[in-house]
């Protein structure tokens, strides 16, 4: 099937700082991307829905200034978490779509812990 | 408001017995319902689906099924294997809208 790869698996960073995490569509060209947090015991939240070659579009709550999407290619898309907080700390996923809104493929996605 | 609800965090199922998974909704709109599975430290895979207009879906040991009038759908597993020790995640999705998860439901088969 289809492989998604995200990176890194976890990082741990200071509050204030930003980190960056990619999600890349390894073997096929993926048109829409998908951003997702997942606190412990919850589901996951979607946070942002990302075309190719556009502006994110974010859902209602997501802050568009504190995490950053950008997706140049129909392989790539990152999430950049700027001035990251302790209550930035999640586990972050991300999934990608060939065409359709189902049968989405996801990345294993990012543990963040910011301290 | 959770629009899909997983109302149980766990459940525990012995090897060989059948697995019963249930999940609610409460968006009338929904017409299509997937389950994913997922094992720790990996992302979701997909593993069965069904639109509104079928009432069953069958996938070798998985099946889902879907009341419709009842908003709600199960996934059963039959004969639970321990390599199915995962956590189930319930979605849906109305036509060009985003899935929507519920909380998931970790599956424990014991040897």
């Known amino acids: 099937g289809a492989v998604v790869s995200q990176h890194p698996s976890w990082v741990i960073c200071k509050s204030g700082t930003s980190v960056k995490i990619e999600c890349r569509s390894l073997d096929f060209q993926a048109t829409t991307m998908f951003w997702y947090r997942q606190f412990p015991k919850q589901s996951l939240m979607l946070m942002a829905t990302s075309n190719e070659g556009s502006k994110a579009t974010y859902e209602q709550g997501v802050e568009k200034d504190k995490f950053l999407i950008n997706h140049a290619s129909l392989t790539l898309s990152t999430l950049t978490v700027t001035s990251a907080h302790p209550e930035d700390s999640s586990f972050y996923i991300c999934s990608a779509s060939d065409g359709g809104n189902e049968k989405l493929f996801f990345g294993s996605g990012t543990q963040l812990s910011v301290l | 408001d959770q629009q899909v609800k997983q109302n149980s965090p766990s459940l525990s199922v012995q090897e060989g017995r059948i697995s019963i998974l249930n999940c609610d909704y409460t968006n009338s709109m929904f017409d299509y319902f997937l389950w994913y599975k997922k094992y720790p430290a990996e992302g979701p895979t997909f593993l069965i689906s069904?639109?509104?207009?079928?009432d069953k879906n069958e996938d070798g040991r998985f099946t889902v099924f879907l009341n419709k009038s009842a908003k709600h759908l199960s996934l059963h597993i039959v004969p639970s294997q321990p390599g199915d020790s995962a956590v189930y995640f319930c979605a849906a999705a109305s036509a060009n809208s985003k899935l929507t998860f519920g909380k998931g439901i970790t599956l424990s088969v014991r040897p």
């Open positions: 069904i639109s509104s207009i079928k």
